[in-house]
């Protein structure tokens, strides 16, 4: 009987290991590699005794079922526990409010973190099976988290989206406190620097429901009475309204009222001209009738375009808008496309083969409504362009995603002060 249990105990761990090892990190993701070998091991050895116990076909059948469903078994507990992992950080607040003049600017950042986090990977998975109805089988979750885990090490091992919104955040701190420091005409006509205070500029991660109310928490207690919270995204979003559903949940009596949500970054008209501008820069070596564009924007499932139709009015408003300045610059609209990374068609395969039959030699990929750069837009889009396999004749440009491009600074300074008002 002791054989037995030892046989299916080590193909229990054999079978979770396999899961440690697809979805841990690398140097956890080693340590499982040896604990599921060890495990099979175990379990081949007892398998080896059993034989020699009873010497029979019938006791190697009757291991080889236990090997496979015990291995089985552990597998799927083990994928299914994945799950448990996704926990929202819990904010804390402090008991009373800091200074009553400071303004505090949070950037709501659609990125994944800088090194790969088993937390995050599962916290998102949750949020597309539980929100967006996405239905995968429970054996099938740990080749998401190995995706992920592969994307990371193709892209050295780190995520650019955490850099590149740091440095949005400083370049809109400085501006920020451009605008303050300008000196303004008094009644005598001098001029005397202005003495608002200084807007402190954070970030806070999207993907995270707590995450933007710990930040405001954590900045209270330094003194903070007014926030702004700039989605760099769409307002109306999944992910914004389980950021608004815990800050209600949490925040107390003395600091309700305080934060506001300013406006979505794409209804700024100057900003579809930016893009167009950028677009039109990456193509001056071109004449415009070779010139061809596919826009791409992230895409997200059916189930929340239709719980936040907003959403999608205003990017394809945007889209619209960058079309209108493209074609008013020489641009054929029939090579104006646009195009989704994920979840939508067409995708980016499609829309650069599309062009290029149009005969346009000259195609660029510009992300329109993607803000920072990440594992899919380095990685993901990159393998779309390619996959296009258009002609060696026709050169396809893809563009950065905007990061700290001035355009984008003005425009959250723009959305910043509207939201003042």
């Known amino acids: 009987m002791v054989d037995w249990i030892v046989l299916l105990s080590g193909s229990l761990v054999c079978g979770a290991g396999i899961v440690a090892a697809m979805s841990s990190p690398r140097g ?12 099979l091991t175990v379990a081949l050895s007892t398998m080896g005794a059993i034989y020699a116990r009873y010497a029979s076909f019938q006791s190697m059948l009757a291991a080889g079922f236990f090997l496979l469903a015990g291995v089985a078994i552990g597998y799927r507990i083990a994928a299914a526990a994945l799950l448990h992992l996704a926990r929202d950080t819990v904010p804390t607040w402090p008991p ?26 599962a916290r998102r998975h949750r949020r597309l099976t539980e929100g967006a109805g996405v239905e995968m089988p429970v054996a099938a979750v740990p080749l998401v988290f190995m ?5 990371y090490r193709v892209s050295g091992g780190r995520s650019p989206g955490v850099s590149a919104v740091r440095g949005l955040a400083e370049r809109v701190s400085d501006r920020l406190a451009e605008r303050v420091d300008r000196p303004a005409p008094d009644q005598s006509g001098s001029h005397e620097p202005s003495r608002s205070t200084r807007a402190r500029v954070i970030v806070a991660a999207a993907a995270d429901a707590g995450s933007l109310s710990d930040a405001i928490a954590r900045n209270m207690s330094d ?32 600091a309700q009222g305080l934060v506001r949500f300013a406006p979505g970054l ?10 167009a501008e950028r677009i039109l820069a990456s193509a001056q070596c071109a004449e415009r009738h070779d010139v061809g564009v596919v826009l791409v924007s992230p895409g997200t499932p059916a189930e929340w375009e239709r719980q936040h139709p907003d959403a999608r009015e205003e990017e394809n408003y945007f889209n619209q808008r960058v079309r209108m300045h493209l074609c008013s610059a020489g641009i054929d609209e029939r090579a104006a496309r646009i195009a989704w990374l994920d979840w939508r068609t067409p995708d980016v395969t499609e829309a650069v083969r599309h062009v290029a039959a149009l005969g346009r030699s000259h195609i660029v990929v510009a992300p329109s409504t993607i803000v920072l750069p990440s594992l899919e837009t380095t990685v993901d889009l990159r393998h779309a362009v390619d996959g296009a396999r258009v002609p060696e004749s026709v050169t396809v440009v893809t563009l950065p995603c905007w990061a700290d491009d001035d355009g984008l600074v003005e425009a959250i300074v723009r959305t910043v002060e509207a939201a003042r008002c």
């Open 28 to 39: 956890v993701s080693t340590l499982s590699i040896l604990l599921s070998a060890g495990g």
């Open 96 to 121: 009373e409010p800091g200074a009553v003049d400071a303004h505090l600017v949070v950037l709501l950042a659609w990125s994944e973190p800088e090194r790969y986090s088993v937390g995050w990977v």
């Open 147 to 151: 995706a992920v885990k592969t994307r």
């Open 223 to 254: 003194g903070a009475a007014r926030v702004t919270v700039v989605p760099l995204g769409h307002e109306d979003s999944d992910e914004v309204d389980g950021a608004k559903h815990t800050l209600q949940a949490t925040q107390p009596v003395w």
């Open 266 to 275: 794409w209804n700024d008209t100057a900003l579809a001209g930016r893009l």
